[in-house]
């Protein structure tokens, strides 16, 4: 069993002159296994000039003196970061045959954030399709000669990192190995091997053609449309799900060879029946380096096949049920999805945090490694997804077995069989922290057949309150009115009373659950003693252990009163919690390195220093100090937008108090300030830090906070303002907001103590990376948390302005028309909150301020403008979409069409489609909107409460209910969505079935759709 990461790294240091390793992932870098024993190795960064050194090693041996042996290729391990940050460098190296040949290894993975269906943001792995294949495209246009080749398989992967590799350097060549690093690279599997070099040519293109196809189609063979994809994460699911509809229309081509580029191989891969290509577009983009390649081979062949751009989102990689959705949308048929499970395979799949005292962690791959032996006749692969940023990290193993016998079925990444079939076997070893992050028992995930074992201090008796109801209700339906298939055992329990590791004791279930029942005890023990974790124990140690763990493993009988609704102590009805993701989502290579992160302490330092007299001295001797004599009183002066001090008139809370979300309405009077705004703009709001909050830290810091500090002004350095202390900490400084990189190295300068200078100086560094990012981004720690925590380091009040960030303005959406309310404005808010998974508490700085406000408070606000601008004449129609407090700028909108309709003026339709979770806590404005829509204002509503029915509803269904009402109002009228980005091509895909539906084919709504952007008739507010 070995990764193709493992595999690339031993053949790249036996067989390159030297191996240059760039700085990847910091759980499980590329190349980590590789040391100073195993050759020339060099650790590089990715920073600009990354391939400096390389070029100076290359060139050095092929122009030494001294006889450097350029017989050997030099090896580069790097992710997609490296490979954009090499591009340059590899422009720049001397032909290939006057210097040793470069592999170029590229684990595609990076970092992305993404929002969910909720809103909420989170952190992904992403291969980052458009930027490698821009990177493709640099090098093509600056005349590059060498050869990029893409994976999407491990066996793939592993053939191209070894024995293509060779063969194309043996051809004089350079060759960029690209697969995908979180899945291709790091699956275990039996079958990833070292492959001797094919017959290589003084050709390229020769030497590529005998090795390997440049494209590969899949899918039937009269199918009139063709995905094509970069060969990746992304086309292995498109293919899964193709297969697993069933569907004939559609098929996949995956692009091995990116470079040279073959128009004859594109053209003979693609089934005659073929129509029309789409072709991967980074979403986003107008076209991308792949469309060009494609469309520019059909252009210069007089083809007469269509090139149309599809548009794949790369923050995230699609899975299997989004890409069967895409392809239903394109050839019309159905989305359901059959398992893919190979005839005879098996699928065992382990939940459990990523590092545990009793290392049941580790269990799935000891178990690979048991199947992988020679005499077992069975192929095992294994794939570990990691999220380091829930729970403090845990981890999804999928382990597939299957005979290694030939088969005609189509060899389906193991992601795409996990995403489309149940498992045989599903083990949970700490339930309760993976609960309360994922839903791993669901109807989509496991079926009736699946055995389900829960590892945790549980009697079956207390499955009933323990289990999360989502899991409850998912296992009566599975169960079909008998006792289901479910199992608890208390693996730490029986491994410590008889005295081995936890991790054994769940190998022994799984043994025991994975063979036949009719199986005996002893020849179970004897199937053990074969096995690696269990030879070298003692024969009767392991049948008493065997024993104790029969005994301990229960069956738990599945009740139907589990699928009850939930109820409080009084029998009322309970809120149903929100659905949580079912797979894991994976925000790291590797086990979360920083489990015991200690939470910050605190320590009273210091005194202060400063004193008032220099403000003083400035009023009272303006002429020493070169004071203008006249000057103009301002708000802010050293901010560069025109500010104004507004008034608190109303802050109502719209959601109940017993609802988890506030969102509030705030109105505040403009009267005598100057402050004019117009439809769809944006308040800037200019939030204080919390007094009390400030008040602590300055004490602990040991600052007075009135005395008085001299800073340069922000526009004109030139000029000094004095404030007090605490005016600076509440006004001006963002101490309670997250602090970069650079924060942590200046930091580290005033350490006194050595072991919090080493710890600063590594969270800056490269090799800190996943520290800073779990503090950063999980913990989200403060620059006051940072101070506290290392209590040495203690900057001085003038150190501290110049390093910590400024306060920035927080713009929110006007929800008012200043025709209809005259003197005053309206938001509309929702307080940002927020637990650690230690527990602390966050809050977002605006918000928090906002919320806190009363009548009568002033408020410093700036005026931004926006593209929420109602259409030029008054008749046109408009629809407006928005999702939650997306609804600010569409109530807005509204006012300003019924004061137009009171002044007598004729006003054109209002749609006006709403989206929230509950209709009973977040109709907001719902009254007025009722009162507008009896009043003909708003001519329709389109409301949709994703959770108040079993079956969620979004804005998205509603527009398609209305398709032939949005296809005619959309000939002459507006579309506007404020709101999160997830719903954006849904609601697209809504209207382009609206206007397929009123005559139009799918390429011309299309085009409709960018011809409304091009005359700001389709307008997006998103965030």
Same mark, same amino acid.
């Given at each position: 069993?070995?990764? =193709?990461?493992?595999?690339?790294?031993?053949?790249?240091?036996?067989?390159?002159?030297?191996?240059?390793?760039?700085?990847?992932?910091?759980?499980?870098?590329?190349?980590?296994?590789?040391?100073?024993?195993?050759?020339?190795?060099?650790?590089?960064?990715?920073?600009?000039?990354?391939?400096?050194?390389?070029? +100076?090693?290359?060139?050095?041996?092929?122009?030494?003196?001294?006889?450097?042996?350029?017989?050997?290729?030099?090896?580069?391990?790097?992710?997609?970061?490296?490979?954009?940050?090499?591009?340059?460098?590899?422009?720049? &190296?001397?032909?290939?045959?006057?210097?040793?040949?470069?592999?170029?290894?590229?684990?595609?993975?990076?970092?992305?954030?993404?929002?969910?269906?909720?809103?909420?943001?989170?952190?992904?792995?992403?291969?980052?399709?458009?930027?490698?294949?821009?990177?493709?495209?640099?090098?093509?246009?600056?005349?590059?000669?060498?050869?990029?080749?893409?994976?999407?398989?491990?066996?793939?992967?592993?053939?191209?990192?070894? +024995?293509?590799?060779?063969?194309?350097?043996?051809?004089?060549?350079?060759?960029?190995?690209?697969?995908?690093?979180?899945?291709?690279?790091?699956?275990?599997?039996?079958?990833?091997?070292?492959?001797?070099?094919?017959?290589?040519?003084?050709?390229?293109?020769?030497?590529?053609?005998?090795?390997?196809?440049?494209?590969?189609?899949?899918?039937?063979?009269?199918?009139?449309?063709?995905?094509?994809?970069?060969?990746?994460?992304?086309?292995?699911?498109?293919?899964?799900?193709?297969?697993?509809?069933?569907?004939?229309?559609?098929?996949?081509?995956? =692009?091995?060879?990116?470079?040279?580029?073959?128009?004859?191989?594109?053209?003979?891969?693609?089934?005659?029946?073929?129509?029309?290509?789409?072709?991967?577009?980074?979403?986003?983009?107008?076209?991308?380096?792949?469309?060009?390649?494609?469309?520019?081979?059909?252009?210069?062949?007089?083809?007469?096949?269509?090139?149309?751009?599809?548009?794949?989102?790369?923050?995230?990689?699609?899975?299997?049920?989004?890409?069967?959705? $895409?392809?239903?949308?394109?050839? +019309?048929?159905?989305?359901?999805?059959?398992? &893919? #499970?190979?005839?005879?395979?098996?699928?065992?799949?382990?939940?459990?945090?990523?590092?545990?005292?009793?290392?049941?962690?580790?269990?799935?791959?000891? #178990?690979?490694?048991?199947?992988?032996?020679?005499?077992?006749?069975?192929?095992?692969?294994?794939? =570990?997804?990691?999220?380091?940023?829930?729970?403090?990290?845990?981890?999804?193993?999928?382990?597939?077995?299957?005979?290694?016998?030939?088969?005609?079925?189509?060899?389906?990444?193991?992601?795409?069989?996990?995403?489309?079939?149940?498992?045989?076997?599903?083990?949970?070893?700490?339930?309760?922290?993976?609960?309360?992050?994922?839903?791993?028992?669901?109807?989509?995930?496991?079926?009736?057949?699946?055995?389900?074992?829960?590892?945790?201090?549980?009697?079956?008796?207390?499955?009933?309150?323990?289990?999360?109801?989502?899991? $409850?209700?998912?296992?009566?339906?599975?169960?079909?009115?008998?006792?289901?298939?479910?199992?608890?055992?208390?693996?730490?329990?029986?491994?410590?009373?008889?005295?081995?590791?936890?991790?054994?004791?769940?190998?022994?279930?799984?043994?025991?659950?994975?063979?036949?029942?009719?199986?005996?005890?002893?020849?179970?023990?004897?199937?053990?003693?074969?096995?690696?974790?269990?030879?070298?124990?003692?024969?009767?140690?392991?049948?008493?252990?065997?024993?104790?763990?029969?005994?301990?493993?229960?069956?738990?009988?599945?009740?139907?009163?589990?699928?009850?609704?939930?109820?409080?102590?009084? +029998?009322?009805?309970?809120?149903?919690?929100?659905?949580?993701?079912?797979?894991?989502?994976?925000?790291?290579?590797?086990?979360?390195?920083?489990?015991?992160?200690?939470?910050?302490?605190?320590?009273?330092?210091?005194?202060?220093?400063?004193?008032?007299?220099?403000?003083?001295?400035?009023?009272?001797?303006?002429?020493?100090?070169?004071?203008?004599?006249?000057?103009?009183?301002?708000?802010?002066?050293?901010?560069?937008?025109?500010?104004?001090?507004?008034?608190?008139?109303?802050?109502?809370?719209?959601?109940?108090?017993?609802?988890?979300?506030?969102?509030?309405?705030?109105?505040?009077?403009?009267?005598?300030?100057?402050?004019?705004?117009?439809?769809?703009?944006?308040?800037?709001?200019?939030?204080?830090?919390?007094?009390?909050?400030?008040?602590?830290?300055?004490?602990?810091?040991? #600052?007075?906070?009135?005395?008085?500090?001299?800073?340069?002004?922000? %526009?004109?350095?030139?000029?000094?303002?004095?404030?007090?202390?605490?005016?600076?900490?509440?006004?001006?400084?963002?101490?309670?907001?997250?602090?970069?990189?650079?924060?942590?190295?200046?930091?580290?300068?005033?350490?006194?103590?050595?072991?919090?200078? /080493?710890?600063? /100086?590594?969270?800056?560094?490269?090799?800190?990376?996943?520290?800073?990012?779990?503090?950063?981004?999980?913990?989200?720690?403060?620059?006051?948390?940072?101070?506290?925590?290392?209590?040495?380091?203690?900057?001085?009040?003038?150190?501290?302005?110049?390093?910590?960030?400024?306060?920035?303005?927080?713009?929110?959406?006007?929800?008012?028309?200043?025709?209809?309310?005259?003197?005053?404005?309206?938001?509309?808010?929702?307080?940002?909150?927020?637990?650690?998974?230690?527990?602390?508490?966050?809050?977002?700085?605006?918000?928090?301020?906002?919320?806190?406000?009363?009548?009568?408070?002033?408020?410093?606000?700036?005026?931004?403008?926006?593209?929420?601008?109602?259409?030029? #004449?008054?008749?046109?129609?408009?629809?407006?979409?928005?999702?939650?407090?997306?609804?600010?700028?569409?109530?807005?909108?509204?006012?300003?069409?019924?004061?137009?309709?009171?002044?007598?003026?004729?006003?054109?339709?209002?749609?006006?489609?709403?989206?929230? /979770?509950? $209709?009973?806590?977040?109709?907001?404005?719902?009254?007025?909107?009722?009162?507008?829509?009896?009043?003909?204002?708003?001519?329709?509503?389109? %409301?949709?409460?994703?959770?108040?029915?079993?079956?969620?509803?979004?804005?998205?269904?509603?527009?398609?209910?209305?398709?032939?009402?949005?296809?005619?109002?959309?000939?002459?009228?507006?579309?506007?969505?404020?709101?999160?980005?997830?719903?954006?091509?849904?609601?697209?895909?809504?209207?382009?079935?609206?206007?397929?539906?009123?005559?139009?084919?799918?390429?011309?709504?299309?085009?409709?759709?960018?011809?409304?952007?091009?005359?700001?008739?389709?307008?997006?507010?998103?965030?």
């Amino acid at each position: 069993m070995q990764s =193709v990461h493992s595999l690339i790294e031993q053949d790249a240091a036996a067989n390159s002159a030297a191996v240059f390793r760039y700085d990847s992932t910091p759980s499980a870098p590329f190349g980590a296994s590789l040391s100073s024993t195993d050759g020339a190795i060099f650790d590089m960064q990715v920073r600009p000039g990354a391939g400096a050194a390389l070029v +100076g090693y290359v060139e050095s041996a092929a122009f030494s003196s001294k006889g450097t042996n350029t017989d050997k290729p030099v090896a580069v391990l790097g992710s997609t970061s490296s490979f954009l940050a090499l591009v340059p460098s590899l422009l720049a &190296l001397p032909a290939a045959n006057k210097r040793s040949t470069l592999s170029l290894h590229v684990s595609a993975q990076t970092s992305s954030i993404v929002t969910d269906a909720e809103g909420d943001v989170t952190l992904t792995q992403v291969p980052d399709l458009g930027a490698l294949l821009e990177g493709a495209k640099q090098l093509k246009e600056g005349g590059w000669t060498g050869a990029v080749v893409l994976s999407e398989k491990p066996e793939e992967a592993a053939f191209v990192g070894t +024995g293509l590799a060779k063969a194309v350097a043996n051809a004089g060549y350079d060759l960029v190995n690209v697969f995908d690093g979180l899945t291709a690279g790091r699956q275990l599997s039996s079958s990833v091997a070292a492959s001797p070099a094919p017959s290589s040519t003084k050709s390229l293109d020769e030497t590529l053609k005998a090795a390997l196809p440049f494209f590969t189609y899949s899918g039937s063979s009269s199918a009139s449309k063709v995905l094509v994809l970069p060969a990746s994460a992304y086309s292995a699911a498109a293919k899964a799900a193709v297969a697993a509809t069933s569907n004939s229309d559609v098929g996949v081509l995956s =692009v091995r060879v990116l470079k040279p580029w073959n128009a004859e191989a594109l053209f003979a891969a693609v089934p005659k029946s073929v129509k029309s290509l789409y072709v991967f577009t980074e979403e986003g983009e107008t076209n991308g380096a792949l469309f060009e390649e494609v469309l520019s081979s059909v252009y210069e062949t007089a083809s007469s096949l269509k090139v149309r751009s599809l548009a794949v989102s790369t923050s995230t990689v699609p899975t299997v049920q989004d890409w069967a959705k $895409r392809i239903a949308q394109l050839s +019309g048929a159905s989305a359901s999805i059959q398992s &893919l #499970l190979p005839a005879q395979a098996k699928l065992a799949v382990f939940w459990d945090y990523d590092s545990t005292a009793g290392q049941t962690e580790k269990v799935p791959a000891a #178990l690979a490694t048991a199947f992988s032996a020679a005499s077992t006749g069975v192929s095992a692969k294994l794939e =570990v997804k990691y999220d380091n940023f829930r729970q403090g990290g845990l981890q999804q193993a999928a382990l597939l077995l299957e005979a290694k016998v030939a088969s005609s079925e189509e060899d389906h990444s193991l992601s795409s069989v996990v995403a489309t079939s149940a498992p045989s076997l599903l083990f949970l070893a700490n339930p309760a922290a993976i609960f309360k992050a994922y839903e791993p028992i669901s109807t989509s995930a496991v079926s009736s057949e699946t055995r389900i074992v829960v590892s945790a201090n549980w009697t079956p008796e207390e499955f009933a309150t323990k289990l999360p109801y989502s899991a $409850r209700k998912a296992l009566v339906e599975l169960a079909q009115g008998g006792k289901g298939h479910l199992f608890v055992v208390d693996a730490d329990k029986v491994a410590s009373s008889q005295q081995v590791r936890a991790a054994d004791v769940a190998e022994i279930v799984f043994w025991t659950l994975y063979l036949p029942t009719t199986i005996s005890a002893k020849d179970l023990v004897s199937l053990l003693a074969q096995t690696p974790t269990f030879a070298n124990w003692n024969a009767s140690k392991l049948v008493e252990v065997n024993g104790a763990v029969r005994n301990a493993l229960q069956k738990v009988d599945v009740e139907a009163s589990w699928a009850d609704e939930p109820v409080d102590a009084e +029998g009322n009805k309970s809120e149903i919690p929100a659905s949580l993701p079912t797979f894991l989502i994976p925000t790291a290579a590797g086990p979360n390195p920083d489990r015991a992160f200690a939470e910050p302490t605190a320590t009273i330092i210091g005194t202060p220093a400063k004193s008032w007299h220099s403000a003083a001295q400035r009023l009272l001797f303006p002429e020493a100090f070169a004071l203008e004599q006249s000057f103009e009183e301002k708000l802010r002066p050293d901010l560069p937008e025109k500010n104004f001090l507004i008034t608190v008139t109303e802050n109502r809370r719209l959601t109940p108090n017993t609802y988890d979300r506030n969102v509030f309405h705030l109105e505040f009077s403009t009267e005598g300030t100057g402050l004019k705004y117009a439809v769809g703009e944006a308040l800037g709001i200019h939030g204080w830090n919390d007094t009390e909050e400030v008040t602590k830290f300055l004490e602990w810091y040991g #600052l007075d906070p009135e005395a008085i500090v001299s800073l340069p002004s922000r %526009l004109d350095p030139s000029r000094i303002e004095q404030r007090t202390v605490f005016q600076v900490f509440q006004q001006n400084l963002d101490i309670f907001g997250k602090p970069g990189k650079s924060f942590y190295e200046t930091l580290s300068k005033y350490a006194t103590n050595k072991n919090e200078e /080493r710890a600063l /100086r590594f969270i800056a560094c490269p090799d800190g990376h996943a520290t800073f990012k779990k503090m950063s981004e999980m913990e989200t720690v403060t620059y006051a948390d940072i101070l506290r925590q290392f209590p040495s380091a203690k900057p001085t009040i003038d150190d501290l302005i110049r390093e910590i960030e400024e306060i920035k303005p927080r713009h929110y959406s006007i929800a008012s028309s200043q025709n209809f309310v005259g003197n005053s404005v309206h938001l509309l808010i929702v307080t940002v909150e927020w637990q650690t998974p230690k527990g602390s508490p966050r809050f977002g700085q605006c918000t928090r301020y906002l919320s806190g406000l009363k009548p009568g408070d002033k408020v410093m606000a700036s005026v931004k403008p926006s593209v929420m601008k109602l259409p030029p #004449l008054d008749t046109q129609p408009v629809i407006m979409a928005g999702l939650g407090t997306g609804a600010a700028p569409f109530r807005a909108f509204i006012q300003e069409r019924a004061w137009q309709k009171a002044q007598g003026k004729e006003v054109g339709p209002l749609l006006y489609y709403f989206g929230s /979770r509950h $209709r009973g806590q977040e109709y907001l404005y719902g009254e007025e909107l009722e009162a507008y829509f009896q009043e003909g204002i708003v001519t329709h509503l389109g %409301l949709a409460f994703s959770r108040d029915t079993d079956k969620k509803v979004y804005i998205q269904h509603k527009m398609n209910e209305d398709a032939e009402l949005l296809a005619k109002m959309l000939e002459h009228g507006a579309f506007y969505l404020c709101g999160p980005v997830w719903p954006v091509p849904e609601v697209t895909g809504a209207l382009i079935k609206a206007f397929t539906g009123a005559g139009k084919s799918a390429e011309e709504a299309q085009a409709y759709i960018e011809e409304l952007k091009e005359d700001e008739r389709y307008v997006l507010e998103v965030y």
